[in-house]
C-alpha cells in the first residue's frame, strides 16, 4: 500500500538549516514522481521541489534554487528535502508528494499541485527572524 510519511520538521532561526525526509512506501520506481510541497500562513500551496524516481531530473521553484536540494535512497524507500540559509518566507507546513509524472516534463508542470494524487499529512517549518 502506497504511504508517505514526513519528519524533521521544527523551529529554526533565519540562516539556519533542516533536513526534511519522507518515508515513501510502496512506489515503484520509474513510475512515479516524488516531490516536496510547501503552504504558508494564507499562501496557496506551492510546489518547491521535484524528482523522478528513476533517478532524474530534478526540478524547484526559483524562490528555493541554490538553497534547497531534493534526493533519495531507493533502497531504504526515503525522500529528502535538505533547506540551507532558511528565511522567513519559507515557513509554512511542508508536504511530501506523489504522482505519476513522467521525466523530461516542464518545471512548471513537475511542481503543479495538481499533478499529484497522494499526500502525506505534513510537517511543519518555522523560520524565525
Known amino acids: 500500500q502506497e504511504q508517505l510519511v514526513e519528519a524533521g520538521g521544527g523551529s529554526v532561526q533565519a540562516g539556519g538549516s533542516l533536513r526534511l525526509s519522507c518515508k515513501a512506501s510502496?512506489?515503484?520506481?520509474?513510475?512515479?514522481?516524488l516531490a516536496w510541497f510547501r503552504q504558508g500562513p494564507g499562501k496557496e500551496r506551492e510546489g518547491v521541489a521535484a524528482?523522478?524516481?528513476?533517478?532524474?531530473?530534478?526540478y524547484y521553484a526559483a524562490s528555493v534554487k541554490g538553497r534547497f536540494t531534493i534526493s533519495q535512497d531507493k533502497a531504504k524507500n526515503m525522500l529528502y528535502l535538505q533547506m540551507n540559509n532558511l528565511t522567513s518566507e519559507d515557513t509554512g507546513m511542508y508536504f511530501c508528494?506523489?504522482?505519476?509524472?513522467?521525466?523530461?516534463?516542464?518545471?512548471?508542470?513537475?511542481?503543479?499541485?495538481?499533478?499529484?494524487?497522494?499526500w502525506g499529512q505534513g510537517t511543519q517549518v518555522t523560520v524565525s527572524s
Open positions: 510502496g512506489y515503484t520506481p520509474y513510475s512515479w514522481t
Open positions: 524528482i523522478y524516481t528513476g533517478g532524474s531530473p530534478t
Open positions: 508528494a506523489a504522482g505519476k509524472i513522467p521525466p523530461a516534463v516542464a518545471t512548471a508542470w513537475a511542481l503543479a499541485p495538481a499533478q499529484y494524487t497522494n
